[in-house]
């Protein structure tokens, strides 16, 4: 990847995290935190690496993305939009009664999704049958799952580790969005997931860990991950709560809530701002 396609996908970046605030401060409610760490990773899998088509939604062959933090969907439903599965203005109505985008992903609704998810533990689980199946199949699509590591908190992400290391699921990538917060303060004080990657290890992972706001480290790791045979690959991405908006950046209070009027233009300023240099 050279330096233009690395700039192409900061611009990206930097418009994900823009409409994601444009959706949050309309709906007057929602999750921009986590939204904002994991935007860099969402914009590499879908502006670079998954093969995806807005033309063709459910295409059997296509990659897929399980989103199993499902209450980030801001970012998700900004990168679909940038992407041409539906028209940006949709995600102005985030969360309203009838619209399409609602505050969790709904696979029924919404072009583009491939699980509905929210309930924290499902999203990986549905990816690793996602990834069973094609096996079974002979298909040979990749399945990538992006998890909170508050999320990794629940019993069920790791039941559905040791279904990926028992069936050998070597076509299923799990991402984590380690920002170090969730709703209730650190995540080390709510309940500690020191050496995550050790037990990902234990559990039959091939683990990596990056920066999850490089691309370059993004890149390396994905194509790393396609290289593995023999079991699943997890990547552990180091991020910033709130990234790009300097007073939401490492604040456990922006985990879920919208910005008022101020805060809004102020963010919406900040990133014009970033994506203006990006284009000098």
């Known amino acids: 990847m050279d330096k233009s396609e690395i700039l192409e996908l900061k611009k990206t970046a930097c418009n994900v995290r823009l409409w994601t605030i444009e959706g949050v401060f309309n709906a007057k409610s929602g999750h921009p935190g986590g939204s904002l760490s994991a935007a860099d990773i969402m914009t590499y899998l879908y502006f670079k690496e998954m093969k995806v088509d807005p033309k063709s939604p459910d295409d059997p062959k296509r990659d897929r993305f399980v989103l199993s933090k499902g209450h980030c969907c801001p970012a998700l439903y900004a990168a679909l939009a940038l992407k041409g599965f539906f028209p940006t203005e949709e995600i102005k109505s985030l969360r309203h009664i009838g619209a399409m985008l609602q505050g969790h992903p709904d696979m029924k609704h919404t072009p583009g999704i491939d699980m509905s998810s929210g309930s924290l533990g499902q999203g990986i689980s549905a990816a690793c049958g996602m990834a069973l199946s094609a096996k079974l199949s002979g298909d040979d699509y990749r399945v990538y799952a992006m998890l909170g590591d508050g999320e990794c908190e629940e019993g069920q992400v790791w039941e559905a580790a040791m279904f990926a290391s028992h069936y050998k699921l070597d076509n299923l990538t799990a991402i984590v969005d380690f920002n170090g917060l969730q709703i209730d303060g650190t995540v080390d004080d709510v309940a500690g997931l020191s050496d995550i990657d050790k037990k990902f290890e234990s559990f039959g992972f091939e683990v990596i860990k990056i920066d999850g706001h490089d691309f370059e480290q993004i890149e390396n790791a994905i194509n ?37 009027a101020e805060q809004y233009q102020t963010a919406i300023d900040e990133l014009n701002a970033q994506l203006k240099a990006l284009e000098a």
């Not at 991020?239 to 879920?256: C, D, F, I, P, R």
């Open 224 to 260: 790393k991950a396609k290289n593995v045979k023999g079991k699943p690959t997890v990547i552990i991405a180091s991020t910033v709560k709130g990234k790009g908006v300097s007073y939401m950046e490492n604040q456990v209070g922006w985990h879920g809530k919208a910005p008022n």
